[in-house]
Nanobody
Framework: QVQLAESGGGLVQAGGSLRLSCAAS????????MGWFRQAPGKERDAVAAISWNSGRTLRVDSVKGRFTISRDNAKNTLYLQMNSLKPEDTAVYYCAARRSPDATLVSSNYDYWGQGTQVTVSS
C-alpha cells in the first residue's frame, strides 16, 4: 500500500504561481510512476501531468504546457507540480496518484493509489 498526501494548494490571483507537493509513504521502494489530476466543480477528473519512475519521461496536457512542470525527488518520496501563470480555469481540486508501474500515463484508470486532494483557487 502507498499513502499519498498533497499540500501547497491555496488562493492565488491570476498570473500567480503555486507549488504543489505530494508526499508518499508506505511501500515507496517500488518503482511507481506518478501523476497529477484535477477536478473542477461539476466536471470530471482530468489529467494534468505525469512522470515516470526515473523522471526520464514527463507528460502534460496541452492546456498546461509552458506553464506547469512536474518533477519528483525519489530520495524524499515527493512529487511536485510547479504551476506558473495560473488562470481562473485552473481552479480545481488537485490530486496526486501513483501506479504500480514505472511508466508514465495520463489515463486515470491506470493509477492504483490516490491522495485526498488539495484545493487550488485562482481569482481573476
Amino acid at each position: 500500500q502507498v499513502q499519498l498526501a498533497e499540500s501547497g494548494g491555496g488562493l492565488v490571483q491570476a498570473g500567480g504561481s503555486l507549488r504543489l507537493s505530494c508526499a508518499a509513504s508506505g511501500r515507496t521502494a517500488n518503482s511507481y510512476a506518478m501523476g497529477w489530476f484535477r477536478q473542477a466543480p461539476g466536471k470530471e477528473r482530468d489529467a494534468v501531468a505525469a512522470i515516470s519512475w526515473n523522471s526520464g519521461r514527463t507528460l502534460r496536457v496541452d492546456s498546461v504546457k509552458g506553464r506547469f512542470t512536474i518533477s519528483r525527488d525519489n530520495a524524499k518520496n515527493t512529487l511536485y507540480l510547479q504551476m506558473n501563470s495560473l488562470k481562473p480555469e485552473d481552479t480545481a481540486v488537485y490530486y496526486c496518484a501513483a501506479r504500480r508501474s514505472p511508466d508514465a500515463t495520463l489515463v486515470s484508470s491506470n493509477y492504483d493509489y490516490w491522495g485526498q486532494g488539495t484545493q487550488v483557487t485562482v481569482s481573476s
